[in-house]
């Protein structure tokens, strides 16, 4: 069945780094690709996403290739700020599925000053 | 557009008494919410999905006499948390499409059973 594998975190890093999380999907058919972003005590709130192989999202300089030859989506930001600090969720949708959603496990990011 | 609410955002109840939660799709129509559950540090997991005027498809593992869902409008979605106990404590999240099937978050309501 679908599933997607996210990096594990959590992740702390400096202001002004640079961020990759990982994430790789099994799908069954052609899946849409997101990444979401949970704020604490919030909901969950979408980044960005691609619909087909080789479709770059993009969104607040984070950005995310879908890459189908090695079923990745990784999450990358050449610059992380405080503001970025939150738990970031790979997730995927199988129009063969039902158009239903399965998300990784989420990668909590700490950006300290 | 595409705003999702939840009501009410955190709620406390003592064990044995049930809880309702709202979801509403406020911009548009829903064709289908979805709830999901969330322990702490850990992703959403899905409970049930439900169309307007339908029954609602609960997971595998998901007590439907215990997690009562409704879905009168194509704006709203209620789930009822019935003889609450200490272990249903949790973020609950709801979501709704549209027609173009994008997924739009509510922003979760925390229940505490004491």
């Known amino acids: 069945g679908d599933s997607v594998t996210q990096m594990e975190g959590p992740v702390t890093l400096s202001e002004e780094a640079f961020l990759t999380i990982n994430c790789t999907y099994t799908a069954t058919g052609y899946p849409s690709l997101f990444w979401y972003v949970q704020y604490p005590g919030e909901g969950l709130q979408l980044l960005l996403k691609a619909t087909k192989a080789d479709d770059k999202g993009s969104n607040k300089g984070f950005e995310a290739t879908y890459r189908k030859e090695t079923t990745s989506f990784h999450l990358e930001k050449g610059s992380v700020q405080v503001s970025d600090s939150a738990v970031y969720f790979c997730?995927?949708?199988?129009?063969?599925?039902?158009?239903?959603?399965?998300f990784g496990t989420g990668t909590s990011l700490t950006v300290i000053p | 557009g595409a705003v999702v609410s939840q009501h009410p955002s955190w709620v406390i109840c003592k064990s044995g008494t049930s809880v309702k939660i709202e979801c509403r799709s406020l911009d548009f129509q829903a064709t289908t919410m979805f709830w999901y559950r969330q322990f702490p540090k850990q992703s959403l997991m899905l409970m049930a999905t439900s169309n307007e005027g339908s029954k609602a498809t609960y997971e595998q593992g998901v007590e439907k006499d215990k997690f009562l869902i409704n879905h009168a409008s194509l704006t709203l979605s209620t789930l009822t948390v019935t003889s609450a106990h200490p272990e249903d404590s949790s973020f609950y999240i709801c979501?709704?499409?549209?027609?173009?099937?994008?997924?739009?978050f509510g922003p979760g309501t925390r229940l505490t059973v004491t």
């Open positions: 997730a995927l949708k199988d129009p063969s599925a039902g158009n239903q959603f399965y």
């Open positions: 979501s709704a499409t549209r027609e173009d099937s994008e997924q739009y």
